[in-house]
């Protein structure tokens, strides 16, 4: 079954703090992962995407890695801010159909405190 | 930012209420999709379209019907409103020429009392 599961469910951090979020797919084939930051109320907005040549790809302060071999990505958020408090949504699309399917995670609730 | 739009955005409505809630993008895109929401879960894809005259529907079953005359319009229709419909509704669109990557609106929030 294509599943993609996060970790952390929730994380509290301290604003100029590091963090990193973890993301773990069962999806198969793959095509590509992203990465996207959902503010409160809001339609998602994508970070990265990464192929499944890329390892790793940087927007800013997030850097987002990607190991194919063990299907995990993670996110890692520089420097936080409080802007940065949204839900993280890692979103893993298959080759399998002209749709391209896409398997959404929960996302990780991140809340930066000042 | 993306250009699709949703309305209402907030949206507060009793039992058995006919409801349209409006998607429209700019960009050209052909795909277009339904999303729903709730708290602290997944995406659930409910319906979809290829382009102008084609619907399908979605993993999650859904009560609700959507048509796409306008290459930019995306109206979802619920025709009577149950509080089980209440959740976030999510309209996205992509464009093929970059790796399919879709484009949210801000969402819906319906609450059917």
């Known amino acids: 079954k294509n599943q993609v599961e996060q970790s952390p469910q929730s994380l509290i951090i301290l604003e100029g703090k590091n963090c990193t979020l973890q993301c773990n797919y069962t999806v198969s084939p793959f095509s590509n992962l992203r990465w996207y930051k959902q503010d409160t109320g809001r339609g998602p907005v994508s970070l990265t995407i990464m192929t499944f040549s890329e390892n790793t790809k940087s927007n800013g302060r997030y850097t987002a890695t990607l190991d194919a071999d063990t299907k995990q990505s993670s996110l890692h958020i520089t420097a936080s801010q409080l802007s940065d408090s949204a839900s993280y949504i890692c979103?893993?699309?298959?080759?399998?159909?002209?749709?391209?399917?896409?398997?959404f995670g929960r996302g990780t609730q991140l809340t930066v405190w000042p | 930012e993306a250009d699709i739009y949703q309305t209402p955005r907030y949206l507060v409505i009793g039992t058995g209420k006919k409801i349209t809630l409006e998607c429209s993008q700019t960009m050209g895109h052909d795909k277009m999709y339904w999303y729903q929401q709730d708290p602290g879960m997944e995406l659930h894809l409910i319906h979809y379209s290829y382009g102008v005259n084609s619907t399908e529907k979605g993993d999650l079953s859904s009560e609700s019907t959507v048509s796409r005359i306008r290459t930019e319009h995306f109206p979802l229709t619920l025709e009577s409103a149950r509080p089980s419909h209440t959740s976030q509704y999510l309209c996205?669109?992509?464009?093929?020429?970059?790796?399919?990557?879709?484009?949210f609106g801000p969402g819906t929030r319906l609450t059917v009392t």
């Open positions: 996205a669109s992509s464009d093929p020429l970059t790796s399919g990557e879709q484009y």
């Open positions: 979103v893993v699309s298959d080759r399998g159909s002209t749709l391209g399917r896409l398997y």
